[in-house]
């Protein structure tokens, strides 16, 4: 998503510094939209005063802002931080207050929308830090993301991201059992969607994923692995706050039979296979 959401920057005009783990990709956005690549990500922070970083999970975080070569090596104070990263709440404010003994601003800004949403600059931002701060980077954030909701203090952003996430999972086994059994009823699946987007049943999720359970295509927008972690981090928060997340909690098993299965890489919609693959039934549109 961090490609995208980089282009839309350069394209609004900003001039961009670049990095990636990937240095090629880096240097392939670099040339074709103007912007500047370097090899570490303090490089980047020295020629920056507002930096956005996407990365899979908090230990990239940490590394990539706190490192040797990180960020608050080479950030000046004054300098805003936003971590666009799905990471633990309670470990990003850590992060937070290791570069606010440097002078520097840190916001938490998860986003959701995945790679349609970052490739159009439609994200929704869920922001967590110094709301003075938030106004400030308002303006970098528009040319990626359509709406932006302030949440609250550091972590605020990542609370509300997580919640969403494990609303969302859990839609997404509702749906796969609910298809399953009614294709294996003897249902034509293409008829019981329609009957979904037409009933108190209606979902966005479901709109939107169902057309390629149908199809078959399981190429990654929000891979299963991913999307695996956040519920990780979920559950985590859960124990932190004393909230019991019993659905969420067999969630995560059902991803973790997904990942072992062979689907780690594929969207997350691709965990219906392992519910077919007990059942002995295939949900595929009849349509040709």
Known sequence: MGYPMARNLLRAGHEVALWSNTLDKARKLAAEEKGRAFDTPRQVAE???????CLGDTAMARQVILGPDGIIEGARPGTVVADASTISPSESRKIGQALAAKGVDFLDVPCTGSTPGATGGTLTFMIGGDQAV????????EPMGKRLYYCGGPGMGLQAKLSQNLILCNLLMAFNEGMVLSTKGGIDPDLMLEI????????????YKAPFVLARDFTANFSTKWMHKDIGLML???QELGVPLLLTSLTHQLFQTAISAGHANDDMCSTINVLEEFSGTQVKSQKK
Request: charged share 25%.
């Open 236 to 238: 985590d928060s859960g």
């Open 196 to 207: 979904l987007d037409n009933s108190a049943a209606k979902s966005g999720l479901i709109s």
């Open 47 to 53: 020629n920056a005063d507002c930096i956005f970083l």
């Open 134 to 141: 938030f106004e400030k980077t308002k303006p970098y954030l």
